[in-house]
């Protein structure tokens, strides 16, 4: 029986590690769908030197692969740090090249994709495929059998050709095609009127709300905190950074730092922030919540936490989000905090600040501020 973090493939052998780590064990780094995509590219693609691989959450399948200087895809800065973490855990002496979400492909003799949660990156990450790669190169695609919804086939079999699938495997699947090549370059960003905001936002394939305004976003706008004696605030998992340029149009004196884990959602809100031409009022980081930012440097932090990561639902990053906030903060400085009423954050709040208040609530969402 294999210790719970260690993924045993024909590949390899390798200790993975979540990021955050989750010490409950309760999740592990890897799933069944990336087992299954392990066993067909062993018996199809053993000896395949540099494929592309999108969307590895914490580096099973390009670890695995390590041997065949994968180029790992990533819109998650999250998973980016957990390939390297996991590749130093292993003391792998490997020559994995990891790219952003939003950069041209590299030439690649075979692509494989982890199913990513949306259906719009889904389709995007096709459409790059078919562009930057010829006609004929393979796709291997692992999924949860949960997970892939109709619109998941409807896409894949647009996109690719001679496609087929495989039997379920502990409740995964393979979606296996061909590109089908000369495809134009995807658009990156859609700009949008929004006009609850009365702000130009940007829709990019894996922003947050694509196309919506989510009604947890909503309640915080509503009930917008008052910033007129605040100098500096950080949008913090800024998603489009409606919240963000709703402070800045509303406050001509703030500075606001934009950060997300999601390089399309820190492209979507560069476009906005040069739409609005703020650029002097604003720094933009791809980040895990706010690594590397100063000890009590900020004054007001803006924060409608995730909870999910990826698949899987749960509200460790929200946590770390409360813990780094407080570091970050100036003694005087808030926490403004959305929440659905029924992850009770303010418990998780108290932990971090001797004071949370309730700013606004209804029968779903709760606005707190926190201070220490
Ligand atoms: C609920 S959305 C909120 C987006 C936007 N602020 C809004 O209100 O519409 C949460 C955001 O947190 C980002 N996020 C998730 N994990 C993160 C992490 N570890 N560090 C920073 N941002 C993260 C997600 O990419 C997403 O954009």
Same mark, same amino acid.
């Given at each position: 029986?294999?210790a719970?973090?260690?993924?045993?493939?024909?590949?390899d052998?390798?200790?993975?590690?979540?990021?955050?780590r !989750?010490?409950?064990?309760?999740?592990?780094?890897?799933?069944?769908?990336?087992?299954?995509?392990?066993q067909?590219?062993?018996?199809h693609?053993?000896?395949?030197?540099q494929? $592309?691989?999108?969307? !590895?959450?914490?580096?099973?399948?390009?670890?695995s692969?390590?041997?065949?200087?994968?180029?790992?895809?990533?819109?998650?800065?999250?998973?980016?740090?957990?390939?390297?973490?996991?590749?130093?855990?292993n003391?792998?002496?490997?020559?994995i090249q990891q790219?952003?979400?939003?950069?041209?492909? *590299?030439?690649?003799p075979?692509?494989?994709i982890?199913? *990513?949660?949306?259906?719009?990156?889904?389709?995007?990450?096709?459409?790059?495929?078919?562009?930057?790669?010829? &006609?004929?190169?393979?796709?291997?695609?692992? &999924?949860?059998?949960?997970?892939?919804?109709?619109?998941?086939?409807?896409?894949?079999?647009q996109?690719?050709e001679?496609?087929?699938?495989?039997? @379920?495997?502990?409740?995964a699947?393979?979606?296996?095609?061909?590109?089908?090549?000369?495809?134009?370059?995807?658009?990156?960003?859609?700009?949008?009127?929004? *006009?609850?905001?009365?702000?130009?936002?940007?829709?990019?394939?894996?922003?947050? +709300?694509?196309?919506?305004?989510?009604?947890?976003?909503r309640?915080?706008?509503?009930?917008?905190?008052?910033?007129?004696?605040?100098e500096? @605030?950080?949008?913090?998992?800024?998603?489009?950074?409606?919240?963000?340029?709703?402070?800045?149009?509303?406050?001509?004196?703030?500075?606001?730092?934009?950060?997300?884990?999601?390089?399309? +959602?820190?492209?979507?809100?560069r476009?906005?922030v040069k @739409?609005?031409d703020?650029?002097?009022? +604003?720094?933009?980081?791809?980040?895990?919540? $706010?690594?590397?930012?100063?000890?009590?440097?900020?004054?007001?932090?803006?924060c409608? *936490?995730?909870?999910?990561?990826?698949?899987?639902?749960?509200?460790q990053?929200?946590?770390?989000m409360?813990?780094?906030? +407080?570091?970050?903060?100036?003694?005087?400085?808030?926490?403004?905090?959305?929440?659905?009423?029924?992850?009770?954050?303010?418990?998780?709040?108290?932990k971090?600040?001797?004071?949370?208040?309730?700013?606004?609530?209804?029968?779903?969402?709760?606005?707190?501020?926190?201070?220490?």
């Amino acid at each position: 029986m294999n210790a719970p973090n260690q993924l045993t493939s024909p590949f390899d052998t390798l200790q993975l590690e979540r990021l955050p780590r !989750d010490n409950s064990h309760t999740l592990r780094a890897w799933d069944a769908a990336d087992e299954y995509l392990l066993q067909y590219l062993h018996e199809h693609f053993n000896e395949t030197q540099q494929p $592309l691989i999108f969307n !590895d959450n914490f580096g099973a399948l390009s670890l695995s692969l390590h041997q065949q200087n994968p180029t790992t895809i990533n819109d998650s800065f999250v998973s980016q740090q957990a390939t390297l973490t996991n590749q130093q855990i292993n003391q792998l002496d490997t020559n994995i090249q990891q790219l952003d979400s939003v950069s041209a492909l *590299p030439p690649a003799p075979l692509a494989i994709i982890k199913l *990513p949660k949306n259906t719009r990156y889904f389709e995007f990450q096709l459409q790059m495929l078919n562009h930057y790669l010829p &006609a004929g190169t393979p796709v291997a695609i692992g &999924a949860m059998v949960k997970y892939l919804s109709s619109n998941f086939f409807k896409l894949f079999e647009q996109h690719l050709e001679n496609t087929t699938t495989t039997l @379920a495997k502990k409740k995964a699947r393979l979606l296996l095609g061909f590109t089908r090549g000369g495809a134009k370059k995807p658009t990156l960003a859609i700009a949008r009127q929004q *006009p609850e905001t009365g702000l130009t936002v940007f829709d990019t394939p894996n922003v947050f +709300a694509a196309g919506k305004l989510d009604q947890g976003s909503r309640f915080f706008l509503q009930h917008f905190p008052d910033l007129s004696d605040t100098e500096s @605030a950080i949008d913090l998992g800024c998603g489009n950074g409606l919240l963000g340029l709703t402070a800045l149009k509303k406050h001509p004196q703030l500075h606001m730092s934009f950060v997300d884990e999601s390089c399309h +959602a820190i492209y979507a809100t560069r476009c906005a922030v040069k @739409a609005m031409d703020v650029a002097e009022r +604003a720094t933009l980081q791809q980040n895990h919540c $706010l690594q590397g930012f100063e000890k009590h440097s900020v004054d007001a932090v803006l924060c409608n *936490p995730p909870f999910h990561q990826q698949q899987a639902v749960g509200i460790q990053i929200a946590r770390q989000m409360f813990r780094d906030s +407080a570091r970050v903060l100036k003694p005087s400085g808030k926490l403004y905090i959305i929440g659905n009423r029924h992850l009770g954050y303010h418990l998780e709040l108290k932990k971090h600040f001797k004071q949370v208040k309730t700013l606004a609530s209804d029968k779903k969402f709760v606005l707190w501020a926190a201070h220490s």
